[in-house]
């Protein structure tokens, strides 16, 4: 396990078109968030799961935006009608709790997405 | 509302030099704060957490909570340490969300 991966790395797209991501976490690791992050910012929180059970989305995530973990393994998320200002990175995490270091969330490399 | 603030955007200290990263957060209950280091081509990684009190590659954070600060502190700095910083908190009182900063850029001169 070389830790959490994301799927694919790098994805362009034409405004309005549907895209997916998949992020494989850490295995064991129970908890999976996703972030999404433009330039010159910090990652801005979008959604977790607890295992299969998503339990907290973001206020500010667009109904065009949804993330899957059906399994309580792997992630989607899928993002419909892509907009311009869709175009960021997207990062995955994961951690495991209740562990010895805490809610310590390790990253994916991200996706970066560019819609035209 | 939840947020973090880190008011330094880029930082440059020499090598040697003392260093001080600031951060500073408004919640309402109590806080869960880290900071994640980003180095060049590398993915985010947890640098350190205020709950383990620890020193990590001689970095240290308190929380001031009469301050509502989290500063990242290292006495000498070295060229490795040149890095973007992201100091984030996590509201596990009201939902386990994680707000990160706009993140500093430390570039340590030789």
């Known amino acids: 396990d070389t830790g959490v991966s994301q799927n694919p790395r790098h994805k362009i797209t034409k405004r309005g078109q549907n895209v997916t991501f998949r992020c494989d976490p850490i295995?064991?690791?129970?908890?999976l968030y996703w972030y999404r992050q433009t330039l010159g910012q910090g990652p801005e929180f979008l959604t977790y799961?607890?295992?299969?059970?998503?339990?907290?989305k973001s206020r500010l995530l667009s109904d065009r935006f949804s993330a899957e973990r059906p399994k309580g393994s792997f992630s989607t998320l899928e993002i419909q009608r892509t907009e311009q200002g869709d175009s960021a990175m997207y990062l995955c995490?994961?951690?495991?709790?209740?562990?010895?270091?805490?809610?310590?969330?390790?990253f994916g490399p991200g996706t970066r997405l560019t819609v035209l | 509302a939840q947020r973090v603030t880190q008011p330094e955007k880029l930082l440059s200290v020499f090598k040697g030099a003392p260093v001080e990263l600031k951060c500073n957060y408004s919640?309402?209950?109590?806080?869960?704060l880290f900071w994640y280091v980003q180095y060049s081509r590398q993915r985010l990684q947890l640098l350190l957490r205020?709950?383990s009190r620890e020193s990590i590659k001689g970095f240290t954070a308190d929380l001031n909570k009469g301050e509502t600060s989290f500063h990242l502190k290292k006495p000498f700095a070295q060229e490795e340490d040149s890095a973007m910083y992201y100091c984030?908190?996590?509201?596990?009182?009201?939902?386990?969300?994680?707000?990160f900063g706009t993140g500093t850029s430390l570039t340590v001169i030789p």
């Open positions: 995490a994961s951690s495991l709790l209740p562990g010895t270091s805490g809610d310590t969330q390790y």
């Open positions: 295995s064991e690791h129970n908890r």
């Open positions: 799961f607890q295992n299969e059970a998503q339990l907290e």
């Open positions: 919640y309402s209950g109590s806080p869960e």
């Open positions: 205020h709950i």
């Open positions: 984030a908190l996590n509201s596990a009182n009201t939902g386990n969300q994680f707000y």
